[in-house]
T-cell receptor, first 116, second 109 residues
């Protein structure tokens, strides 16, 4: 079955440590996205990538980094510079800049990061 | 600026009808989405509107008025499993979705 796989589902980290969240998709989608969700708030865009080897900052990129070396993979690193990293992180993808693309996003199951 | 507003919480009775409103101001518009999200889970797609009017899909319907920057999601014959957050999102420029904060719907017997 095609879909988006995020791992780990739950992650605990000590302050000052970097952590990398994995996102893999087998939907053959060009575009991939990372969102952060906090209680009572909507999804906020961290980074997105329209094509391999290219990515752009979203609205809250500070303290995060990404790479897009393969079409299928878009890992997110939460660095120690991120002041309040405890949150629910969602990876998503869509077909990208194709004619007729509505922009609909397909989501992974999410990764919940807790900083102790 | 870009802004999407929807009520924070709503409650309704099983079997009833509920309407969740969404107003938006965005720099671009390529369509409006509604997603359902149960606690701790990923959002799932409910509907997409790009033209004015009503789109019906089973118990759920979604309406769009582009001139008013307004949409609503209508849920009929409410069931307990409909208790969830409902996210309004606008497809703006650069192939990005902009999300509202979500409306938490509680359905009670």
């Amino acid at each position: 079955d095609g879909g988006i796989t995020q791992s780990p589902k739950y992650l605990f980290r000590k302050e000052g440590q970097n952590v990398t969240l994995s996102c893999e998709q087998n939907l053959n989608h060009d575009a991939m996205y990372w969102y952060r969700q906090d209680p009572g708030q909507g999804l906020r865009l961290i980074y997105y990538s329209q094509i391999v080897n290219d990515f752009q900052k979203g609205d809250i990129a500070e303290g995060y980094s990404v790479s897009r070396e393969k079409k299928e993979s878009f890992p997110l690193t939460v660095t120690s510079a991120q002041k309040n990293p405890t949150a629910f992180y969602l990876c998503a993808s869509n077909v990208g800049r194709e004619v007729g693309n509505t922009g609909e996003l397909f989501f992974g199951e999410g990764s919940r990061l807790t900083v102790l | 600026g870009q802004n999407i507003d929807q009520p924070t919480e709503m409650t309704a009775t099983e079997g009833a009808i509920v309407q969740i409103n969404c107003t938006y101001q965005t720099s671009g518009f390529n369509g409006l989405f509604w997603y359902q999200q149960h606690a701790g889970e990923a959002p799932t797609f409910l509907s997409y509107n790009v033209l004015d009017g009503l789109e019906e899909k089973g118990r759920f319907s979604s309406f769009l008025s582009r001139s008013k920057g307004y949409s609503y999601l209508l849920l009929k014959e409410l069931q307990m499993k409909d208790s969830a957050s409902y996210l309004c999102a606008v497809s703006g420029g650069y192939n990005k979705l902009i999300f509202g904060a979500g409306t938490r719907l509680a359905v009670h017997p």
